[in-house]
């Protein structure tokens, strides 16, 4: 609390300076990014790890979703969670401690936790900006493993914009968009709509469910930007998603037919006031809903289940931002309101939030880059939190600059790891929040312990993180760089599902627990060498070490109780630090190469090829913890080729092939379906 009045007092105390949105286009031949620090700032600027996914890269491989560019980027890896969604993990932190942005605001509504990365289009998408490390400072809660915005596309020259696509894949996979752009003068209209259909997929022949089954769904999104003065800027925007999809189940009898839908929309509004040339101030209140329901009818038409899912958030904030010789700094504040209606839920819990924040950018003996923020969150139910985050950057010579950052994160307890009362028939699975899971396991016959149900009778407690990261940059060429970022995550109280029980049909059940501490750390490598118009190719690297601090502990005692069978001797084995892997779907090694050549002025060609070393999903030999005598998933390499040609000035058409090798696991990887084929064309009318 000190430090966050320290800062406040430093901000009221500073003269009055800021910046307009004219800067933004003044610097556009350079990258910028707003998401590390709610401002404009240069990436070489920047002591923070970050990366800039630019909309070329997000068109090489006709990207449709997220998932299709974010997954291919060093250090995210795409985990599929137990609800068939795609979530991701940065710096080895899990899929939910990642916040989503389109444009600054929240995307919610996410299952078993997770964002599935399939949901949201790229159709509209100028860039992608990543900031990785606990974003907390700026951010809250849900930033503790980074922070992912997604910035739609800017116009600056006067009039009619019009840009239609359409793409044909493997599966009979559809996906059209159109994009409608209109600038006069200060007022700037943007509407897009994307479309995307497919028939699924399926990788056993031996059952009578699909893998995935045919769904189809749609987004359209809204923009409106108007300058009433030289001091007032308005910006509006929206979103409305629809997906509706074949729900198909089984139970010991029969097969179960039904539906799965999903609707989700969004209203943002921002008032930006430019007192003078220094200083602005911006108002934003924005809401947004996620609905999920389904059911499943028997063969006689008769209901058999039905579930639904209604999120709804209600953000309002205000920030200022000042400048002052060089010396830039933002104080905001506002409240959030949220609430979450589950079928199955006793009431409908709700949670209030109010916070404050501040952050100072600075730049001292014309060589040191310094950012120091905080913020204080005050959650009903749950003890405030301030949050810090300290950032030096400095440069050796003009070609290498070092980089360094430590920060604290924290993440509340949400709805779903609370109050859960799920039940997927379709896969076949049961997860209980933990505030009702001592109830719900109660009520259910012929119950097998699989966790002493003594250890739920305990509240989840929030997480809290502490993250260091230590970067170099050398760019001896104007074509050739290198990046190499240490991290090192230490998260207390981490909270992770686990199996808790089966019941009378052997069904898995699932609930949340705080594991004591978890440690993540590694390092990030990338290289990139660029021949002009000839080609470029780019390599990258990640090392991780995930494992509970706990468990390293009582390993290394002489009276440990860790033993495991080695399946070759049939023997027990004491276990030693060494045989200790570390935390579940954790990889120790990912690595990718990507390459870019020009065949002529019209066609290049794209090859990107990504590894993910060995991980587990599961302890297989009962004792508790990942051991090196446990059942890994092996790993695996995907490599994916394109062709883009562009026809004309304003027509392009593309060619690929996605996972060339024709990977599948179907028993674990249930998002790889195989070898994809795809042909698409886009055509600009201006």
Not at 267 to 286: D, P, R, V
Not at 524 to 536: G, S
Request: charged share 20%; net charge negative.
């Amino acid at each position: 609390m000190r430090c966050l009045l320290l800062i406040l007092t430093l901000l009221f105390a500073l003269p009055v300076f800021g910046q307009s949105d004219s800067i933004l286009i003044k610097k556009k031949l350079q990258e910028v990014i707003i998401s590390a620090t709610k401002t404009n700032q240069t990436v070489n600027e920047l002591p923070i790890p970050i990366t800039i996914i630019s909309e070329k890269e997000v068109q090489e491989f006709s990207a449709s979703k997220l998932y299709d560019v974010i997954t291919k980027q060093t250090g995210i890896v795409s985990v599929t969670t137990k609800t068939g969604t795609e979530g991701l993990q940065m710096q080895g932190l899990d899929a939910s401690y990642t916040t989503f942005l389109i444009d600054g605001f929240p995307i919610i509504g996410r299952s078993f936790g997770t964002l599935d990365l399939n949901r949201i289009s790229v159709a509209d998408i100028e860039r992608i900006e990543v900031v990785k490390g606990p974003s907390s400072s700026l951010y809250g809660s849900n930033a503790l493993g980074g922070v992912i915005n997604l910035i739609s596309k800017k116009q600056i020259d006067d009039g009619p914009i019009i840009s239609t696509s359409l793409k044909h894949a493997t599966y009979n996979s559809t996906n059209s968009s159109l994009v409608y752009k209109y600038k006069e003068g200060t007022f700037q209209i943007s509407n897009s709509f994307d479309y995307y259909k497919t028939d699924g997929y399926d990788l056993i022949d031996t059952d009578l469910l699909s893998t995935v089954n045919p769904y189809s769904n749609y987004t359209f999104r809204s923009n409106l930007k108007y300058v009433l003065s030289d001091k007032l800027l308005l910006n509006t925007n929206g979103h409305y998603y629809k997906q509706e999809q074949i729900n198909i189940a089984a139970d010991s009898s029969s097969l179960l037919k039904g539906e799965s839908n999903i609707k989700e929309w969004s209203l943002g509004t921002s008032a930006k006031y430019l007192m003078n040339a220094n200083f602005f101030q911006q108002l934003e209140i924005y809401k947004t809903n996620y609905r999920a329901d389904e059911f499943l009818n028997t063969e006689d038409g008769v209901l058999y289940e039905d579930n639904y899912f209604d999120h709804t958030l209600l953000q309002s904030e205000m920030k200022s931002s000042f400048t002052y010789k060089g010396l830039n700094s933002i104080l905001g504040f506002g409240i959030t309101k949220e609430e979450l209606s589950r079928r199955d839920f006793s009431n409908n819990p709700e949670q209030d939030l109010k916070f404050i924040y501040g952050q100072l950018d600075a730049t001292a003996f014309n060589k040191v880059n310094i950012i120091l923020g905080s913020r204080y969150d005050n959650y009903t139910n749950y003890t405030p939190v301030v949050s810090n985050k300290l950032a030096l950057g400095f440069s050796l010579t003009n070609k290498i600059q070092i980089n360094g950052s430590v920060g604290t994160g924290f993440k509340t307890p949400d709805f779903r790891q609370k109050y859960f009362d799920f039940t997927n028939s379709t896969i076949g699975y049961i997860v209980l929040g933990r505030d009702v899971a001592i109830d719900r396991l109660d009520a259910m016959q012929n119950i097998q312990e699989v966790v002493p149900f003594s250890e739920l009778s305990s509240p989840l407690k929030s997480e809290t993180s502490l993250n260091i990261n230590i970067g170099l940059k050398y760019n001896p060429t104007d074509n050739l760089s290198f990046d190499l970022n240490l991290f090192n995550n230490k998260v207390n109280d981490l909270i992770e599902w686990k199996l808790v029980a089966k019941d009378e049909n052997n069904t898995n059940i699932y609930s949340f627990f705080n594991v004591n501490q978890v440690e993540t750390k590694g390092l990030e490598f990338n290289t990139t060498y660029k021949k002009v118009d000839d080609w470029e190719i780019k390599f990258g690297y990640q090392l991780l070490y995930a494992y509970d601090t706990e468990v390293v502990k009582d390993i290394e005692k002489d009276d440990s109780d860790y033993y495991a069978l080695d399946t070759e001797t049939l023997t027990s084995v004491k276990l030693n630090k060494e045989d200790y892997f570390g935390l579940f779907n954790r990889s120790r090694q990912m690595g990718n190469i990507k390459f870019n050549y020009h065949l002529n002025d019209k066609t290049e060609m794209n090859t990107m090829l990504t590894y993910r070393s060995k991980y587990a999903i599961s302890d297989s030999n009962g004792n508790g913890i990942l051991d090196t005598y446990d059942k890994f998933i092996d790993g695996y390499s995907l490599c994916d080729v394109g062709i883009t040609h562009q026809i004309s000035l304003l027509k392009t058409c593309q060619i690929g092939i996605k996972n060339i090798f024709g990977f599948t696991n179907p028993e674990y990887i249930s998002n790889i379906s195989g070898r994809l084929y795809y042909m698409s064309f886009k055509i600009n009318f201006k």
